[in-house]
């Protein structure tokens, strides 16, 4: 069963969902037969990459909310955080484009290192002091060498503009067609969604559900055609 995550490193309750999921997941007793696919989701496409500023000041101007507000509800985030054990800086983070990270998260797929990319990601823009945006480039190389990527191939990569960006505007141009218009978006076998950061227990539901409705093959065959198989292949007899 492969389950797909459309998210964006900027978003906190990716974060949090991505540990919710997990949580569920690993309690799950198929979890071995699970692919997780994560996938390209910006919250602010339009950003110019250089267009950096604190996270209050970013919520502020889009929400409309006053100051306090913005902080108490990254107060509550960090509580949220808190409780799925992870770590959150409620003050002094900052906001930024995402798009390289997504073209590096692709890359990342390609060598079967994307999971262990997101999540430092993650950790780097919602717990560190340091920034995942106002470092440029060599803070992703940094990050992506400890997901366990070559660095000078991220450099490459990071120093393309192209590279790997069709594949982020395609999951984007899929997330709108199943409906996503707000992450993370979880979806099974292509057949369930499950939109937010949900308990644990929604996610395990929501496993469980697709899991036991997987459609069997449906083979069609007329008994006469040749194959192969562990014992070898049918040779046509001559009469």
Request: charged content about 30%; some cysteine.
């Amino acid at each position: 069963m492969r389950v797909e995550i459309w998210s964006d490193i900027a978003c906190p309750w990716c974060y949090v969902g991505k540990a919710r999921f997990e949580k569920a997941l690993k309690a799950f007793p198929h979890h071995d037969e699970v692919e997780v696919v994560h996938r390209s989701f910006e919250l602010d496409p339009g950003r110019a990459k250089n267009d950096i500023q604190p996270v209050l000041t970013m919520l502020t101007k889009k929400y409309g909310m006053s100051e306090a507000q913005a902080q108490a509800g990254e107060e509550n985030l960090g509580t949220q955080a808190a409780a799925e054990g992870l770590a959150y800086r409620t003050r002094g983070r900052d906001h930024g484009n995402t798009f390289d990270m997504h073209r590096l998260l692709h890359f990342a797929k390609e060598r079967g290192k994307q999971d262990e990319l997101i999540q430092i990601l993650y950790r780097a823009n919602f717990a560190e002091e340091r920034s995942v945006f106002a470092e440029g480039e060599e803070r992703l190389v940094e990050l992506a060498v400890e997901a366990g990527l070559d660095g000078d191939a991220a450099r490459t990569v990071l120093a393309d503009p192209a590279a790997y960006a069709d594949e982020v505007r395609a999951d984007e141009r899929e997330a709108a067609q199943l409906g996503a218009n707000g992450v993370p978006f979880f979806v099974l076998d292509r057949k369930y969604g499950v939109s937010g950061a949900q308990p644990a227990e929604v996610f395990a539901q929501a496993l469980t559900q697709a899991w036991g409705e997987r459609s069997p093959l449906k083979l069609i065959d007329d008994g006469g055609a040749q194959a192969c198989g562990p014992d070898g292949c049918a040779v046509p007899q001559q009469g």
